[in-house]
């Protein structure tokens, strides 16, 4: 509908019809989780709780599978239309497709109850995931990810560090290590001497084969070549310009909703989040796309920009996300 709204070129008049009173209602919104977990491996699972018509109001939540109750938590309804974020952890036991729901209690005079409970199925697999990180030069936000991701003991993570020759000092990287990996980190690549059938390769992956890629930008980064991913990416590159800056994240409390930047699960994150050290990002123009959502813009010197810093992507089954600038090792060293 957005896409179809901004390419328009006649007038739109938007009409609201319907009772504006408000109906006493509990529902179940949205359920945001990962729909391929591991065996063994504690699942996050943020649950969106929307009240209206009622105040001062207990309702438990409930996670269940199978009818067994896995985890309850209260919430205390404040008053007017709100909408509340619970979060649950589960630990899937065996594998294959399982059916989980969650269920919020009921209250007097609700205009349905159909919708207090919603379920989810998720594909348990007992493998660890797979991951390759393809990086463009060797440096320290190499380094600063591989051992966040090693840090998890369901990660396999390998990485390929290109060579000046366009090689890799791991070895060679082919197609088949692609097609077995769950996700792609790229970090400061494609640049110049990245060789064409490498390029072609990677884009396979992610275009035919539907792979999720993590992208982090780089000051050595051939943009020329990148255009080769760029429908992939979640953003579009309208203009390079290699003056290095100092940036920092600026993230409201909306775009915190993401699961992608919880950290304690809190209204804390963004205090954490907004008072992290500055990483180095070009002036180069990166644009969002219609269909990607801006997870944080940026400051300069504390002034707030409206330029994109992180950035994420969803169609159809291809997945991707990207930090426009570099240096990250910055938020976890400062």
Known sequence: PVYLAESFTG?????GIGDSSEQKDISITKIITNNIVYKGTKVPVSVFLKSSGYENESV??????????????????????????????YEPQEEGIKKYSVVASTLKGEITTKNNQKTFFVKVLKNKLKVIIIAGAPSHDVSFVR???IQDGNI???????????????????????????????????QSNTKQSVLEMVKDAISNKGKPVFFISDFNIDYGKL?????????????????????????????????????TGSEDDINIWNNLPPIFRTETIFERKTESEVLSFLK???????????????????????????????????
């Not at 438990?60 to 709100?82: A, P």
């Open 147 to 149: 051992n966040g991701l």
């Open 11 to 15: 007038q739109i008049n938007t009409i």
């Open 300 to 334: 300069i010197n504390n002034i707030p920009f409206n330029y994109p810093l992180l950035l994420q992507r969803k169609v159809y089954k291809q997945k991707s996300l990207a930090i426009t600038g570099y240096g990250i090792w910055r938020w976890k060293l400062l």
């Open 60 to 89: 438990s939540v409930s996670l269940k599978y199978e009818g067994k109750t896995i985890e309850t938590k209260n919430i205390n309804i404040t008053g007017g239309t709100t909408e509340y974020n619970l979060d649950f952890l």
């Open 227 to 263: 255009k080769l991913l760029e429908p992939y990416l979640p953003f579009t590159v309208k203009q390079v310009n290699n003056n290095e800056i100092l940036v920092s994240p600026n993230i409201t409390i909306a775009q915190l909703k993401s699961p992608v930047l919880k950290i």
């Open 156 to 190: 396999d993570v390998k990485t390929y560090t290109q060579k000046e020759d366009g090689g890799f000092y791991e070895g060679l990287l082919d197609s088949k290590q692609l097609e077995e990996t769950e996700c792609i980190y790229l970090i400061g690549f494609p």
